[in-house]
């Protein structure tokens, strides 16, 4: 089961070229354990791969590559909503499509994005106004220093803005098995996001017409017309979280800049980060191998297969350049390995 000196250019969606000392596809739980028994035998650090769609791999990985290949779904509809359970390695875009088809509604918004449903609590990811923390139910996943099973409820979990407990304390300590969600009973549509408010104008859409097909069909419509597929142009999705910034800091640029894309976020305000980066003007810029793409500033594109450090570097530049024009700290979405 175990591989040696494996590539993992053909599993990250960079493209980015490195090597795994060791690596395990595992498809159920008994090969994940044995998989980690085998990391703590030869005391070899852990990379869990999912869908690959939010790692940026700085150089040859020295322990044991986890492809988490876990399968399964079920959809359980009852008085209180459709309770939806999905094993870890199912594709989250496919999950979501299930379910519209369905005709339920709660995930719609998260339509095509990447990766697999063990990755999604994990930043708590979000698109179009809702975030997994929205339809969150439970998950299960594996101990790694011993291999046991744990349950996490919504509130062990700790969500914030692309946060949870599993970046936080629990860092590196679990693998996440299955992911269960709850979706209404009674369905309202989230369509008051400007990217969809624009979409629905455009198409003449009445929001009173909608169902959970017709707002997946609009974000996927709205993703595909900024976001390249990574299969043409290798990339990670959102390469920069929205900085969230206190009023004072908001008004400040708001005077300087009037055409400022910003959010309310609470007591904070969520700045566009892509907004921030094009108006410094790296929309399309290019460094070697590695670039921004040319149609969404937020989005970092790897076109000449080059390596996780022309990546990081393109990344360190940008966000000192964003610091410089507008005193505003810029933070990485995918994780960086080793």
């Known amino acids: 089961m175990i591989q040696r000196n494996v590539d993992l250019q053909p599993f990250n969606t960079m493209a980015i070229r490195a090597r795994a000392a060791h690596y395990a596809r595992v498809g159920n739980i008994d090969e994940l354990q044995e998989a980690l028994a085998f990391a703590r035998r030869q005391r070899l650090p852990i990379l869990p791969l999912g869908g690959g769609s939010n790692i940026v791999l700085t150089g040859d990985y020295p322990g044991l590559v986890l492809h988490i290949d876990l399968r399964g779904l079920t959809v359980e509809e009852g008085v209180r909503g459709a309770l939806v359970s999905a094993a870890a390695g199912e594709n989250w875009h496919q999950l979501v499509m299930h379910t519209v088809e369905r ?21 708590n990811i979000g698109a179009y106004g ?10 299960t996943a594996v101990h790694i220093a011993s291999g046991e099973l744990h ?26 098995t299955r ?9 309202q549509p989230r369509a008051d996001y400007p990217a969809l408010q624009q979409y629905l104008q455009e198409h003449q859409i009445d929001v009173g017409a909608l169902t959970p097909a017709r707002v997946a069909e609009a974000v ?6 900024k976001l390249p ?15 969230l910034v206190d009023e004072s800091v908001y008004q400040t640029l708001k005077q300087s800049y009037p055409e400022l894309v910003a959010y309310p976020a609470g007591e904070r305000w969520k700045l566009a980060a892509g907004w921030l980066i094009d108006q410094a003007g790296w929309r399309g810029h290019r460094i070697d191998n590695v670039g921004v793409h040319d149609r969404q500033a937020l989005v970092l594109v790897n076109p000449g297969r080059g390596t996780g450090a022309e990546v990081t570097h393109l990344a ?23």
């Open 179 to 187: 992911v269960r969600m709850r979706l209404p009973a009674s369905w």
């Open 151 to 176: 349950d996490f409820s919504k509130a062990d979990c700790h969500f914030a803005y692309r946060d949870s407990v599993f970046k936080g304390d629990a860092r590196d300590q679990y693998i996440i």
């Open 103 to 123: 005709k339920l509604g709660g995930l719609e918004n998260l339509a095509l994005i990447p990766g697999r449903v063990g990755a999604a609590p994990i930043q």
């Open 220 to 225: 996927i419509a709205v993703r595909r017309s």
């Open 229 to 243: 597929a990574p299969e043409d142009i290798p990339n990670a999705g959102s390469f920069f979280k929205n900085p």
């Open 130 to 139: 809702v975030e997994l923390r929205d339809t969150f139910e439970d998950l």
């Open 316 to 338: 360190t530049e940008i966000a000192d350049d964003i610091r410089a024009k507008f005193g505003v700290q810029l933070e990485p979405e995918p994780r960086y390995y080793p």
